[in-house]
């Protein structure tokens, strides 16, 4: 796609707005809603289930500070990977056939225009720091409110190491994902957050709410306390 | 919580430990023997070594050194899988997680010795046996059919060479002939296994034999998701599907594997392919160290040990152990709550209270997948069924495409759990 690269080039050189390059930053914005399930962008974003993606153009792959990498996206990155508008493009079009053995459970974004869209919307955050708008932070990443003193448990690993058999069986301890996402390495906060939605049946999957169902508070601090440890 | 559970294993670990231990023990440490090593033996040896990190001395027995998996082995009949993809070595197990793996028969336990002894002739010392071999056939159970008769009437409820057998003979059927079965009476491995089967020998027929038929001679009134295959077969293979239930002779069946018919209450029906699955029983090492009751090895819901020997575990198929289906998951589930209260007993490690999970997932036809599944407790009496569900007839094409994927992840899932 040589003309993206150009039009790439061009930006570089001239600091074009990001609507020139193609996508519709808007509709980004809505498509976004999609992602940040896991990733958060904008002021004050944070590492979550996946890294923040504040300055993710130019930036090379698996370089968030503090964010513990799959093994698949670590190798990747030894190789060299740097994530430009076309390798971005690449690896939200379908993540496992460019990083295999990433962690990332998303089905990826078919249609080039969501593509562009989603891009020319991240673009924005990925300026010179004095360029980033004064956005509100992104939306929440979670989808569930659960109360502070539940989510202030502290678990017990060794709890969670033995809870965890019951996970195992289908969520692979390595984090590889394929038809059944992984669970590896997640925000405690975040684990808690999901398990707890899925107990009260607002997240919908009968298995998950099966499991989750009769798991305590404790248990579930456990199990979050296991997984978000696991090397 | 079993504080008190926890203790009395801790201090029976102690007693045997110090007044009992009869063997000469090379290193010192306690020995656990796994024989067999399928969902529940493999899973059992692997959470034991992996988890008390060289305390304990794990050896598996296992006589295959592929193991190909039953489950899944449907969709290789309906060329969603092949052959190589369902079997898997024993080479991380033994390689990453110092497990003595030993591919022999078990053909003997001496009960007061604590051995088992192999058909290499070999004995095995051990603290404690687990024992999850499987299932084998009760003999005489299907008129006409025993294990010589197997190449003629396939059962292919063990996965590997009958498996193929089965699909070579689907292949090699006439236009427009008959693919009979004889679908076994309750308990048995993965009940909605035969239906799930009829489902993938149907989605090939469909596409190499479209003019075949299926004649199912069913002893059951009731199978499991029946309401779910029975919608699939209408919707995707309307008019191949014969099944004669018990109220029809479909209890009184006669094979005769020379002349390849099947008789159905004295209906004598030529077919092409007769596919025998025979009443089950436990794996017969079971038997033989004299732990059945019946066709089935009782056991203790906390821990999965045999209600006739404290020192001996029985996992999965074989096991008489309450509501839980005969499933790999199941043994998978049993062998994760074995392997914590075994550890326990042999090092002090902490008891956690026993907890069981099921899933089956099925495929109808292509991308048409159903899921069965359910959470159990351990009672006094039995593992008992706390909360489940079951897909519903007329969901949408994406739900069901979505369970199918589920079930092609939970494969890899349990797998990895399995062998590492």
Redesign the interface.
């Known amino acids: 796609m040589w003309w993206r690269l150009f039009f790439i080039a061009l930006l570089g050189a001239a600091g074009t707005s990001q609507a020139e390059v193609g996508g519709d930053a808007e509709n980004g914005q809505t498509l976004f809603r999609q992602c940040s399930g896991c990733h958060e962008v904008g002021q004050g974003a944070r590492d979550r289930i996946g890294p923040h993606l504040n300055n993710i153009f130019d930036r090379p792959a698996g370089a968030a500070d503090g964010y513990r990498y799959s093994a698949g996206l670590q190798r990747a990155a030894d190789g060299g990977l740097v994530w430009t508008y076309e390798t971005l493009d690449d690896f939200i079009e379908n993540p496992r056939r460019l990083v295999s053995n990433t962690r990332m459970s998303f089905h990826g974004f078919e249609v080039q225009q969501e593509r562009d869209d989603l891009l020319a919307y991240l673009r924005q955050f990925s300026a010179s720091p004095g360029n980033i708008p004064e956005a509100a932070p992104t939306a929440a990443a979670v989808d569930h409110a659960v109360a502070p003193e539940v989510l202030a448990i502290i678990g017990d690993p060794a709890y969670g190491e033995y809870l965890s058999g019951e996970c195992t069986s289908c969520h692979q301890a390595s984090g590889a994902t394929d038809g059944i996402p992984s669970i590896t390495n997640w925000p405690a906060d975040d684990f808690v957050v999901v398990m707890h939605a899925y107990k009260e049946g607002v997240r919908a999957h009968p298995v998950m709410q099966m499991m989750a169902g009769r798991l305590s508070n404790e248990e579930i601090a456990a199990l979050a306390a296991y997984f978000e440890s696991i090397e | 919580m079993t504080f008190n559970r926890r203790t009395f294993l801790g201090s029976a670990a102690v007693t045997a430990g110090l007044l009992a231990a009869p063997m000469v023990r090379a290193q010192g440490k306690p020995r656990v023997v796994v024989v067999g090593g399928g969902a529940g033996g493999a899973t059992a040896a692997r959470?034991i070594a992996k988890?008390s990190q060289g305390a304990i001395d794990v050896t598996l027995v296992e006589p295959t050194r592929t193991y190909y998996t039953c489950f899944f082995s449907n969709l290789y009949l309906g060329g969603f899988r092949d052959m190589q993809s369902l079997g898997h070595s024993y080479g991380t197990l033994a390689a990453e997680y110092g497990i003595n793996v030993v591919h022999d028969w078990a053909v003997g336990v001496d009960r007061d010795a604590r051995t088992v002894t192999l058909a290499g002739g070999s004995s095995l010392p051990y603290d404690r046996l687990i024992l999850s071999p499987g299932i084998d056939f009760v003999d005489g159970a299907v008129e006409g059919w025993d294990l010589s008769s197997q190449n003629a009437m396939p059962h292919a409820y063990k996965g590997g060479s009958q498996t193929e057998l089965l699909k070579a003979q689907i292949m090699a059927m006439p236009q427009g002939g008959t693919y009979a079965m004889v679908a076994p009476p309750n308990p048995y491995r993965c009940p909605p296994g035969p239906y799930e089967r009829i489902s993938m020998v149907a989605h090939t027929l469909k596409e190499v034999n479209p003019t075949a038929k299926i004649l199912i001679a069913d002893p059951k009134e009731k199978f499991s998701k029946q309401g779910l295959f029975e919608e699939g077969w209408n919707d995707h293979y309307a008019g191949m599907i014969e099944r004669v239930g018990p109220d029809f002779g479909g209890a009184d069946v006669v094979v005769d594997p020379a002349a390849m018919t099947l008789s159905i209450d004295g209906d004598v029906n030529n077919v092409d392919v007769c596919n025998v699955i025979p009443a089950m029983k436990a794996g017969r090492i079971a038997e033989i160290a004299g732990i059945t009751e019946g066709s089935w090895a009782p056991v203790n819901a906390v821990d999965m040990s045999s209600k006739m020997d404290e020192n001996i575990h029985v996992l999965g198929d074989a096991a008489a152990q309450g509501d839980m289906p005969k499933s790999g998951?199941s043994a998978?589930?049993q062998a994760?709550v074995c392997a914590?209260a075994v550890r326990g007993a042999l090092t002090g490690s902490?008891v956690?209270p026993a907890?069981f999970?099921n899933?089956c997932w099925s495929l109808i036809d292509t991308e048409d997948g159903v899921?069965v599944?359910?959470?159990y407790e351990a009672t006094e009496e039995k593992i008992a069924k706390?909360?489940?569900?079951v897909s519903q007839t007329g969901e949408s094409d994406e739900l069901r495409a979505a369970t199918y994927?589920?079930?092609?992840?939970?494969y890899?899932?349990?797998v990895?759990?399995m062998f590492g």
Do not use: H
């Not at chain 2, 706390?386 to 569900?389: I, L, R, T």
């Not at chain 2, 994927?405 to 939970?410: F, I, L, P, R, T």
């Open positions: 959470y988890d998951f998978n589930s994760k914590n902490t956690f907890r999970a899933t899921k599944g359910a959470t706390v909360d489940g569900f994927q589920e079930s092609v992840g939970w890899d899932g349990i990895a759990d």
